[in-house]
């Protein structure tokens, strides 16, 4: 696995201060995952690491590979952690909540590089997050979970204009809209399960406006109910 890791799979974090280590350079950290891969010099990594910090649009790279995490932004730091991750060409590029922490116009500008750079290196990208606006701009198949188990699957305008489990339903009602003319917010009821004693049938029926009987006692398998369109629901 650790010839697989950082080479054919790379993930980006969510928090990219906790996941750069703060007593290295960035350039170190990214010069090490190049070496340990592709098994090149220290030179030649550099040298890499160096185009890698230009693809992302990281100025004056040079300087910057010189710097500790701490010396730069939020959105410096996540573009590093992009560019670590892409240094050896992965395949499967895993983006766990990669905006999180950085401001609105930041989380732009990532996102818009994540989907040019998947579009150049022709990369997959595992994208996982909470903002269904970032769904919405970027994805084009979309796995909806819930407690740890996948409820619906299906490509992204499926999923916003056929929305099936009522989880999803849930989820799409939860979202401000400006047409709605001050009505209240409509939030799901209830808490998330704790994992280490989920609740019996499916994970969500404690929470679910439309339970039957048989959600508390059988877990819904997931089934495609019409084509290429997955449900984990007893409705169905």
């Known amino acids: 696995m650790q010839s697989i890791r950082g080479k054919d799979i790379a993930m980006i974090f969510q928090e990219p201060s906790s996941a750069l280590n703060p007593v290295y350079t960035i350039g170190d950290q990214i010069i090490e995952a190049i070496s340990l891969h592709q098994k090149v010099s220290h030179h030649e990594a550099r040298k890499r690491a160096v185009e890698m910090f230009k693809l992302v649009g990281i100025p004056d790279p040079e300087k910057r590979l010189n710097e500790y995490p701490h010396e730069l932004s939020g959105g410096m730091k996540q573009r590093g952690m992009i560019a670590m991750a892409l240094s050896c060409h992965p395949q499967l590029l895993i983006a766990d909540e ?52 996948i409820v619906e699957r299906a490509d992204v305008y499926s999923i916003f204009s056929n929305t099936r489990h009522p989880y999803t339903v849930s989820l799409l009602n939860a979202i401000p809209r400006i047409q709605r003319d001050r009505q209240r917010l409509e939030s799901i009821p209830g808490r998330v399960p704790n994992l280490c004693f989920p609740p019996g049938g499916c994970r969500f029926h404690p929470r679910c406006s439309k339970k039957m009987t048989i959600c508390s006692t059988t877990e819904p398998l997931l089934k495609e109910i019409e084509k290429d369109h997955w449900v984990a629901c007893h409705l169905y």
């Open 98 to 149: 990669p905006t999180t922490s950085l401001d609105v116009t930041i989380q732009a500008q990532i996102i818009e590089l994540m989907i040019s750079l998947q579009r150049q290196l022709k990369m997959a990208v595992i994208l996982i997050t909470h903002d269904l606006g970032i769904v919405a701009e970027t994805c084009q198949q979309v796995a909806v979970m819930y407690a740890g188990k």
